[in-house]
Nanobody, 115 residues
Framework: QVYLVESGGGSVQAGDSLRLSCRTS????????MSWYRQAPGKQRDLVAS???????NYTDSVKGRFTISRDNAWNTVFLQMNSLKFEDTADYYC?????????WGQGTQVTVSS
């Protein structure tokens, strides 16, 4: 059974930072593509950032220069460092693992940014 557990969300002021973590188990983390998505109230779930097994990263334009995705293969964990947070970053953030052609999701962690 594959498990993804996110943590690190919270309520912050605009300009603050948060670091999200996603601890995984039950899969070969080293070869999985890991991604962070977010879903704001009433909106669709969108890709924020991803990191491939070789460390290649991609970001949606709105977070470039502010967010950093990283992975720790020793701890089967992916991180999302979020700096200079804005009100529009408010959303539920979800971790996704793509492994053996299947996608697995965590339960989400809430991020609220007040202006």
């Amino acid at each position: 059974q594959v498990y993804l557990v996110e943590s690190g969300g919270g309520s912050v002021q605009a300009g603050d930072s948060l670091r999200l973590s996603c601890r995984t188990s039950g899969m070969n983390f080293k070869i999985a593509r890991m991604s962070w998505y977010r879903q704001a109230p009433g909106k669709q779930r969108d890709l924020v950032a991803s990191v491939s097994s070789d460390g290649t990263t991609n970001y949606t334009d709105s977070v470039k220069g502010r967010f950093t995705i990283s992975r720790d293969n020793a701890w089967n964990t992916v991180f999302l460092q979020m700096n200079s947070l804005k009100f529009e970053d408010t959303a539920d953030y979800y971790c996704q693992a793509t492994w053996e052609s299947r996608n697995f999701w965590g339960q989400g962690t809430q991020v609220t940014v007040s202006s």
